[in-house]
Protein backbone atom coordinates (compact mmCIF):
# COMPACT_ATOMS: atom_id res chain seq x y z
CA UNK A 1 0.00 0.00 0.00
CA UNK A 2 1.47 3.31 -0.96
CA UNK A 3 -0.29 7.07 -0.46
CA UNK A 4 0.17 9.61 -2.73
CA UNK A 5 -2.02 11.52 -3.28
CA UNK A 6 -5.33 13.42 -1.68
CA UNK A 7 -7.26 10.96 -3.96
CA UNK A 8 -5.64 8.10 -1.76
CA UNK A 9 -6.20 9.09 1.10
CA UNK A 10 -10.15 9.90 0.90
CA UNK A 11 -10.16 6.86 -0.07
CA UNK A 12 -8.75 5.74 2.74
CA UNK A 13 -11.00 7.96 4.62
CA UNK A 14 -14.29 6.38 3.11
CA UNK A 15 -13.43 3.21 3.23
CA UNK A 16 -12.63 3.15 6.83
CA UNK A 17 -15.70 5.13 7.69
CA UNK A 18 -14.01 8.14 8.95
CA UNK A 19 -15.71 10.61 7.51
CA UNK A 20 -19.39 11.20 8.77
CA UNK A 21 -21.97 13.27 7.28
CA UNK A 22 -24.86 15.01 8.87
CA UNK A 23 -24.92 17.82 11.55
CA UNK A 24 -22.34 18.12 13.92
CA UNK A 25 -21.28 20.15 16.37
CA UNK A 26 -16.83 20.90 16.15
CA UNK A 27 -14.48 20.73 19.22
CA UNK A 28 -13.90 24.18 18.01
CA UNK A 29 -17.90 24.55 18.66
CA UNK A 30 -18.36 25.42 15.02
CA UNK A 31 -21.11 23.71 12.93
CA UNK A 32 -20.26 21.31 9.78
CA UNK A 33 -22.60 19.00 7.81
CA UNK A 34 -18.65 16.79 7.96
CA UNK A 35 -16.69 15.15 10.33
CA UNK A 36 -13.64 13.59 9.87
CA UNK A 37 -12.91 10.54 12.96
CA UNK A 38 -9.83 9.79 11.98
CA UNK A 39 -9.62 7.12 14.87
CA UNK A 40 -11.47 4.93 12.76
CA UNK A 41 -8.74 4.62 9.93
CA UNK A 42 -5.57 4.90 12.58
CA UNK A 43 -7.35 1.37 14.22
CA UNK A 44 -5.57 -0.20 11.55
CA UNK A 45 -1.69 -0.11 12.36
CA UNK A 46 -1.19 -0.85 8.92
CA UNK A 47 -2.86 2.40 7.69
CA UNK A 48 -1.88 4.08 10.47
CA UNK A 49 1.62 3.26 9.67
CA UNK A 50 1.24 4.05 5.76
CA UNK A 51 -0.24 6.87 6.44
CA UNK A 52 2.41 7.98 8.96
CA UNK A 53 5.08 6.99 6.57
CA UNK A 54 3.31 9.72 3.97
CA UNK A 55 3.03 12.46 6.31
CA UNK A 56 6.87 12.18 7.81
CA UNK A 57 7.79 12.18 3.99
CA UNK A 58 6.54 15.97 3.91
CA UNK A 59 8.58 16.81 6.51
CA UNK A 60 11.47 18.95 5.07
CA UNK A 61 12.73 20.57 8.22
CA UNK A 62 14.80 19.45 11.38
CA UNK A 63 12.73 18.08 14.12
CA UNK A 64 13.92 16.88 17.63
CA UNK A 65 10.50 15.56 19.04
CA UNK A 66 6.85 14.87 17.62
CA UNK A 67 4.18 15.98 19.73
CA UNK A 68 0.62 15.02 19.14
CA UNK A 69 -2.17 16.64 21.42
CA UNK A 70 -4.32 14.46 22.74
CA UNK A 71 -6.27 13.25 21.86
CA UNK A 72 -6.51 13.22 18.21
CA UNK A 73 -2.99 13.33 17.83
CA UNK A 74 -1.61 10.80 20.18
CA UNK A 75 -1.72 7.90 17.40
CA UNK A 76 -0.63 10.09 14.49
CA UNK A 77 1.89 11.59 16.24
CA UNK A 78 3.61 8.03 17.71
CA UNK A 79 3.39 6.93 13.93
CA UNK A 80 5.32 9.75 12.03
CA UNK A 81 7.41 9.90 15.40
CA UNK A 82 8.46 6.17 14.09
CA UNK A 83 8.77 7.18 10.95
CA UNK A 84 10.99 9.85 11.03
CA UNK A 85 12.84 7.88 14.21
CA UNK A 86 12.08 10.70 17.26
CA UNK A 87 11.09 10.99 20.42
CA UNK A 88 7.26 11.16 20.51
CA UNK A 89 5.20 12.64 23.35
CA UNK A 90 1.63 13.92 24.00
CA UNK A 91 0.34 17.06 25.64
CA UNK A 92 -3.33 16.78 27.16
CA UNK A 93 -6.19 18.95 28.92
CA UNK A 94 -5.78 19.45 33.37
CA UNK A 95 -8.81 21.29 34.28
CA UNK A 96 -9.49 22.84 30.67
CA UNK A 97 -5.69 23.72 29.99
CA UNK A 98 -3.80 22.25 27.66
CA UNK A 99 -0.13 20.54 29.20
CA UNK A 100 2.57 18.11 29.34
CA UNK A 101 3.01 15.42 31.96
CA UNK A 102 3.56 12.02 32.37
CA UNK A 103 7.09 12.85 33.19
CA UNK A 104 7.59 14.32 29.25
CA UNK A 105 9.92 17.10 28.93
CA UNK A 106 10.97 19.40 26.60
CA UNK A 107 14.62 20.95 26.67
CA UNK A 108 15.64 24.24 26.03
CA UNK A 109 16.37 24.79 21.86
CA UNK A 110 14.47 21.46 21.37
CA UNK A 111 13.23 21.19 17.65
CA UNK A 112 9.49 19.91 18.15
CA UNK A 113 6.58 19.57 15.14
CA UNK A 114 3.19 19.37 16.14
CA UNK A 115 1.19 16.40 14.69
CA UNK A 116 -2.81 16.08 14.78
CA UNK A 117 -5.10 14.05 13.16
CA UNK A 118 -7.53 16.81 11.61
CA UNK A 119 -7.26 20.89 11.85
CA UNK A 120 -10.05 22.92 11.64
CA UNK A 121 -9.40 26.12 13.97
CA UNK A 122 -5.80 24.85 14.92
CA UNK A 123 -6.76 25.55 18.61
CA UNK A 124 -5.52 22.57 20.35
CA UNK A 125 -1.77 22.97 18.45
CA UNK A 126 -1.67 26.21 18.75
CA UNK A 127 -2.15 25.66 22.87
CA UNK A 128 -0.13 23.18 22.63
CA UNK A 129 2.54 25.53 20.91
CA UNK A 130 2.43 27.70 23.88
CA UNK A 131 3.23 24.93 26.31
CA UNK A 132 6.70 24.07 23.99
CA UNK A 133 7.39 27.55 23.39
CA UNK A 134 7.13 27.86 27.65
CA UNK A 135 9.21 25.45 28.26
CA UNK A 136 12.49 26.56 25.82
CA UNK A 137 11.46 24.51 23.26
CA UNK A 138 10.85 25.95 18.89
CA UNK A 139 7.96 24.87 17.18
CA UNK A 140 9.74 23.02 14.13
CA UNK A 141 6.19 23.01 12.18
CA UNK A 142 2.33 21.77 11.88
CA UNK A 143 1.32 18.68 10.47
CA UNK A 144 -1.93 16.53 10.41
CA UNK A 145 -3.96 14.20 7.81
CA UNK A 146 -6.83 16.24 7.50
CA UNK A 147 -6.32 19.97 7.11
CA UNK A 148 -10.23 21.69 6.92
CA UNK A 149 -8.67 25.34 8.25
CA UNK A 150 -8.92 26.62 4.48
CA UNK A 151 -5.98 28.67 5.50
CA UNK A 152 -7.42 30.39 8.26
CA UNK A 153 -4.81 29.86 10.87
CA UNK A 154 -2.07 31.84 10.47
CA UNK A 155 0.05 28.84 10.53
CA UNK A 156 1.59 26.69 8.04
CA UNK A 157 0.28 22.97 7.60
CA UNK A 158 2.02 20.36 6.32
CA UNK A 159 -0.98 17.64 5.51
CA UNK A 160 -1.90 14.99 3.88
CA UNK A 161 -5.43 16.24 2.50
CA UNK A 162 -6.67 19.91 1.94
CA UNK A 163 -10.43 20.10 2.08
CA UNK A 164 -13.26 22.69 2.71
CA UNK A 165 -16.59 20.82 3.84
CA UNK A 166 -18.93 23.92 5.05
CA UNK A 167 -18.21 25.46 8.55
CA UNK A 168 -21.24 27.55 10.24
CA UNK A 169 -21.10 29.71 13.72
CA UNK A 170 -23.58 27.86 16.09
CA UNK A 171 -25.58 31.14 15.43
CA UNK A 172 -25.49 30.89 11.91
CA UNK A 173 -25.89 27.14 11.04
CA UNK A 174 -29.00 26.04 8.83
CA UNK A 175 -28.94 22.70 9.87
CA UNK A 176 -30.00 24.07 13.36
CA UNK A 177 -32.68 26.34 11.44
CA UNK A 178 -33.71 23.09 9.88
CA UNK A 179 -34.34 21.98 13.43
CA UNK A 180 -31.60 19.21 13.38
CA UNK A 181 -29.80 18.56 16.56
CA UNK A 182 -25.68 18.44 16.25
CA UNK A 183 -23.86 15.57 17.19
CA UNK A 184 -20.70 16.18 18.92
CA UNK A 185 -18.25 13.47 18.52
CA UNK A 186 -15.02 15.41 19.72
CA UNK A 187 -13.08 14.74 22.65
CA UNK A 188 -13.08 18.49 23.91
CA UNK A 189 -16.19 19.16 26.05
CA UNK A 190 -17.52 22.66 24.63
Known sequence: MVLTTDKNILELLEKTESIKKGHFQLSSGF???MYFQCARLLQYPEIAQKTAEALAKMIDFDVDTVLGPALGGVIIGHEVARALNKKSIFTERKDGIMTLRRGFDINNGERVIIVEDVITTAKSALETAKVIESLGGIIAGYACIV???EGKTGIDIKSLVQISPNIYSQDNCPLCKNG????????RPN
Do not use: F, L, M, V
Open 180 to 187: TNAEKPGS
Open 147 to 149: DRS
Open 31 to 33: HSD
